[in-house]
């Protein structure tokens, strides 16, 4: 019944090494995001993903790739992860055209890295 | 570009007080308005958002923003907080109409309820 779930809830992993989140929502939303949120709680948006179409693209390294196989689901993968990247990722979703902009967000993965 | 600042990072308010969240926006026209809640180790819950209309708009749990126009403003507004409330509290802005850019948020404000 959870309208945005994402997996995992926690992550530890070695520097270098590459990892991946999932998400999924069940609301029938047609736009999807990854937000980092930093140590001191700051949210930032990563991507956002419209039926499938990459929308937005921060000012992110490209050892983050996105990928949205439909639009129920935004996965993340993060390739040679560093020490920075350590943070909560959250995925939410939307509705676009004509919607309120009100985002639904999953509970976050926390990615920790040593 | 929109911007939203919460000038205060932590505050500290006693059991069964009033309390008020400040949140100051920058938008070229009337934007749409959120206030999520976060608990520890948890996502992000809506608490109340403004699209148009009453200025005085109502949230779950008791709360109720005020959208003012000519303060760029939107505070959070609760009568008699309870110790559940302690979380982060995050003011967000987004374009009329959603569209796929999301929200911007503010930096959050931490709020500590004493006993």
New interface residues.
């Given amino acids: 019944d959870t309208a945005?779930s994402q997996t995992p809830k926690y992550l530890v992993t070695q520097m270098g090494n590459d990892k991946s989140i999932k998400c999924e929502q069940n609301l029938g939303h047609d736009?999807m995001?990854w937000?980092k949120q930093d140590s001191?709680?700051?949210?930032?948006?990563m991507f956002?993903?419209?039926n499938k179409e990459l929308?937005?693209n921060e000012t992110v390294p490209n050892r983050f790739s996105p990928k949205s196989p439909d639009k129920a689901h935004l996965n993340l993968h993060i390739n040679s992860l560093e020490l920075g990247d350590s943070a909560v990722y959250?995925c939410?979703s939307?509705?676009?055209?004509?919607?309120?902009?009100?985002?639904?967000?999953?509970?976050?993965s926390r990615l920790t890295v040593l | 570009a929109q911007s939203v600042t919460q000038p205060d990072i932590h505050i500290t308010v006693s059991e069964g007080a009033s309390l008020e969240l400040r949140c100051n926006y920058s938008y070229g026209a009337t934007p749409y308005l959120f206030w999520y809640v976060q608990s520890p180790g948890q996502g992000l819950q809506l608490l109340l958002k403004y699209f148009s209309g009453d200025t005085l708009v109502q949230g779950i749990k008791g709360f109720e923003a005020e959208f003012k126009r000519s303060q760029s403003s939107f505070n959070l507004r609760k009568p008699s907080v309870h110790w559940s409330d302690a979380a982060e509290y995050f003011c967000a802005v987004g374009a009329r109409g959603g569209g796929a850019d999301g929200l911007t948020f503010g930096k959050g404000t931490h709020l500590i309820i004493q006993p």
């Fill in positions: 945005v736009t995001y937000y001191k709680k700051f949210l930032k948006i956002s993903y419209n929308i937005i959250f939410a939307s509705h676009s055209a004509g919607g309120t902009g009100e985002l639904f967000f999953g509970e976050g």
